[in-house]
C-alpha cells in the first residue's frame, strides 16, 4: 500500500525557500480570509487527482442494474472493480413531492439516495440498503457503506433535457450553461456518521486514501446515473423519437452541489489538514514560479487566460457581488493576456507581482492555478502529501513565558483585536436543535447563544494571551504551562491547539470570525475550491451552489487517451 505522506512547515512569514529558488508566501498573505474566499480549482483539487487516478488505473466501472419504471424511479446498482477491490454504488430513485423538495440539510426527503459500498451486492443486503440509505439521517448504515448521499433534480434542467431527448433534439447549450447539472446534492457524508464506515477505514485505502476520494468518485458515478435517467424516461415517453445525449453534452454536464455553513467549521476544527492543502498548493505555486517559461508555454498560458475568461462569461448567478467579481476577473484576464504577450524575464514571477499589485484577488488565484497547467510533472507529484492528522499533544513543561512568545509570534493577528468592542463578537456560532447543524446568530438578538461553539480562535487566543500574563504578575515569573492550566482549566484546548500549531505556516485563518460584517461563504468558497468546484453561485452569504465534474470524462470514456485539461469546460456548439 502506497503511504500517504505528510509535509509539515514551520510558522514565519518568511518559509524555508521551495526547492531552494522562490519562497512560498507567508502566512500573513495567504491565510487572510478574503484571499481564502478567492481561490479556485486547481490541478491538486480532489476531483482532478481522483480522475487522473480512475483514468491511469483503467477503474472497470459497470452499471449491473438499472430497474427503473416508465418515470425513472427505481433501483440502480454499479459495480467498481479497482486494481485492489472490489465496491458498489446503490442509487434508489424515488418520487418527491414538490412541496417537499428543498436543498436544506434539514429536509427529509429527495429525489434519491445512495451509497458507496465494499464488495458486491446482494438481495438481502440490497433490502437492508433500500430500508436506510433513502432515510438518510433517520437511518442505519453499516461500515460496509463508505459514503451516504442524496441529491434532488434540478428543475430548470431535467424536465428540459428529458422533452429535447423525447423529441428527438438535443437539449439547448444555452440553457445547460446556465445550470450545468441534471443533478444537486445537499449532503455527502463519508466520516463514520449514522453507521457507515469511520474516516480511518477510508484514509488507509489504497483507492481513497486521498482527502474526499470516496465522496467525490460516488458523485462522479452519480453524474453518469443522471445521464442514463434522463435518456431512459425519454425512451419511455417517446420510443420512437427518442435519443441520446451526445458525447460533448455527456461531458459538459456535470453534478451541482448546495452547501451552507454546515461545511465552514471543517477548516477551524482541522488546522493540520488545512496547512497540508494550502502548504502543498503554495509549493506548487513555489515550484511553477521557479521555472523558465519558453515561447510554448507563454503561449499555453495565454490559450489558457483566453479560456478562463470565456468560461468565466459562462458562469451565472443571481448574487450581485459575485457577478461584479466575475465581470472583473473576466476583464482583468483580458489584460493578463495582453501583458504576458510582452511581458519582461521572468515572467511568471512578474506576472504575479504585477498582478498583486494591480489586480483582484479572483485574478491572482486564478493566474496561480492556471500556472500549475504548465507544469504537471513538479506539481502531481505533491498531490500524495494532502492529508494530515489533527493530533495535537499538550506540551505540559513548556514554560508559560515560552508560551507568551508564541502567541506573539505566530498569533499577533488575532492579539490585535479589542474583543471588548460590540462589533468583535457581534456573531456567534452555534448548532442548532433540528438536525445539530451549525448556525450563525448576531448576538443578544438571536436565539442560541447558550450552544455556542468554539470557532473564535481569535477570542480564545486573545483571552489565553491576557490571563498567562496576569498569571506572571501573580506569580512573579515564568512557570511551567501544567501550573497555569491546573489553576485554568478553560483554556487547555486553545493552549494544546497554540503549542502544536507553531509548527503549522497555514493552519489558522487569520480573522475573527465573530466580527460584524463577517461573510461565511469565503470559508466554504476555500474548502470548495480544493474539492475542484467551479461556478461559484452565492444564494446569500450563508450558502453557495457550485459544480462539480463538469467537462470531465465519462465512465466509457475511461481506457480511451486521458488530457486532463477538461476543468474549465466551454459551452458546446452544437
Not at 487572510?32 to 466501472?61: D, N, P, Y
Not at 446503490?90 to 440539510?105: A, E, G, K, M, N
Not at 479560456?307 to 450581485?320: K, N
Not at 485554568?488 to 507553531?502: C, D, F, H
Request: charged content about 25%; proline content about 5%.
Amino acid at each position: 500500500m502506497t503511504a500517504v505522506k505528510r509535509i509539515v512547515s514551520t510558522q514565519g512569514d518568511n518559509p524555508r525557500p521551495e526547492t531552494g529558488r522562490v519562497s512560498r508566501r507567508p502566512a500573513s498573505d495567504v491565510m487572510q480570509l478574503e484571499r481564502l474566499g478567492s481561490l479556485h480549482a486547481c490541478r491538486l483539487s480532489f476531483i482532478r487527482t481522483l480522475m487522473r487516478k480512475v483514468m491511469a488505473e483503467r477503474w472497470a466501472i459497470q452499471c449491473r442494474v438499472f430497474d427503473l419504471d416508465e418515470k425513472g424511479y427505481g433501483t440502480c446498482i454499479y459495480r467498481i472493480a479497482t486494481p485492489t477491490q472490489l465496491y458498489s454504488l446503490v442509487i434508489f430513485s424515488q418520487y418527491l413531492d414538490p412541496s417537499l423538495r428543498s436543498d436544506r440539510v434539514i429536509a427529509n426527503a429527495w429525489d434519491c439516495a445512495f451509497a458507496l459500498c465494499m464488495g458486491d451486492v446482494d438481495d438481502s443486503y440490497l433490502d437492508v440498503l433500500r430500508e436506510n440509505v433513502p432515510r438518510q439521517e433517520a437511518g442505519r448504515c453499516d461500515p460496509r457503506v463508505l459514503v451516504l448521499s442524496r441529491a434532488n433534480r434540478s428543475l430548470r434542467n431535467f424536465d428540459m433535457v428529458v422533452k429535447a431527448l423525447a423529441s428527438g433534439q438535443q437539449p439547448d447549450p444555452d440553457q445547460l450553461a446556465k445550470v450545468g447539472y441534471l443533478y444537486r446534492t445537499t449532503a455527502v457524508y463519508g466520516n463514520g456518521k449514522f453507521g457507515i464506515a469511520d474516516y480511518p477505514r477510508i484514509r488507509d485505502s489504497e483507492d481513497f486514501g486521498l482527502p474526499f476520494s470516496a465522496q467525490m468518485f460516488a458523485v462522479f458515478l452519480l453524474r453518469d446515473f443522471s445521464i442514463r435517467q434522463v435518456e431512459h424516461i425519454a425512451r419511455c415517453q417517446a420510443p420512437d423519437t427518442a435519443t441520446r445525449l451526445s458525447g460533448p453534452l455527456r461531458r459538459y454536464l456535470g453534478i451541482g452541489n448546495s452547501t451552507g455553513l454546515g461545511m465552514a467549521p471543517f477548516l477551524i476544527n482541522h488546522p493540520a489538514l488545512i496547512n497540508q492543502w494550502l502548504l502543498m498548493r503554495e509549493a506548487g505555486i513555489a515550484r511553477c514560479l521557479s521555472q523558465t517559461a519558453t515561447p510554448e508555454q507563454i503561449e499555453k498560458f495565454c490559450n489558457l487566460l483566453a479560456q478562463a475568461r470565456q468560461h468565466t462569461a459562462e458562469t451565472t448567478t443571481d448574487d450581485a457581488r459575485q457577478t461584479e467579481l466575475n465581470n472583473q476577473l473576466e476583464h482583468e484576464l483580458k489584460l493578463a493576456e495582453e501583458w504576458v504577450k510582452s511581458a519582461p524575464d521572468p515572467v511568471w514571477q512578474t506576472l504575479c507581482e504585477h498582478a498583486q499589485s494591480k489586480w483582484s484577488l479572483e485574478t491572482q488565484e486564478l493566474i496561480h492555478s492556471l500556472l500549475m497547467e504548465l507544469y504537471p510533472e513538479e506539481i502531481d507529484a505533491l498531490e500524495q502529501t494532502m492529508a494530515a492528522t489533527d493530533e495535537f499533544d499538550l506540551v505540559p513543561e513548556m514554560s508559560t513565558d515560552e508560551l507568551i512568545e508564541r502567541l506573539r509570534r505566530d498569533y499577533d493577528w488575532a492579539l490585535a483585536y479589542d474583543f471588548s468592542q460590540p462589533e468583535q463578537t457581534h456573531l456567534f456560532w452555534y448548532r442548532s436543535a433540528e438536525k445539530e447543524e451549525p448556525r450563525l446568530g448576531e448576538r443578544n438578538v438571536d436565539p442560541g447563544e447558550d450552544r455556542e461553539m468554539p470557532l473564535d480562535i481569535a477570542r480564545q487566543t486573545s483571552g489565553l494571551y491576557t490571563a498567562l500574563l496576569e498569571w506572571e504578575a501573580e506569580q512573579a515569573k515564568s512557570s511551567p504551562v501544567v501550573e497555569f492550566l491546573l489553576a485554568n482549566p478553560q483554556y487547555k484546548g486553545i493552549t494544546r491547539r497554540t503549542q502544536g500549531i507553531s509548527e503549522l505556516a497555514y493552519g489558522e485563518i487569520r480573522a475573527n470570525l465573530l466580527a460584524q460584517g463577517t461573510l461565511p461563504i469565503h470559508l466554504l468558497r476555500c474548502k470548495l475550491a480544493f474539492f475542484g468546484a467551479t461556478k461559484f453561485d452565492p444564494r446569500s452569504d450563508r450558502w453557495v451552489r457550485i459544480t462539480l465534474f463538469q467537462g470531465a470524462p465519462c465512465i466509457e470514456d475511461i481506457g480511451s487517451a486521458f488530457a486532463d485539461d477538461w476543468w474549465m469546460p466551454l459551452k458546446p456548439a452544437l
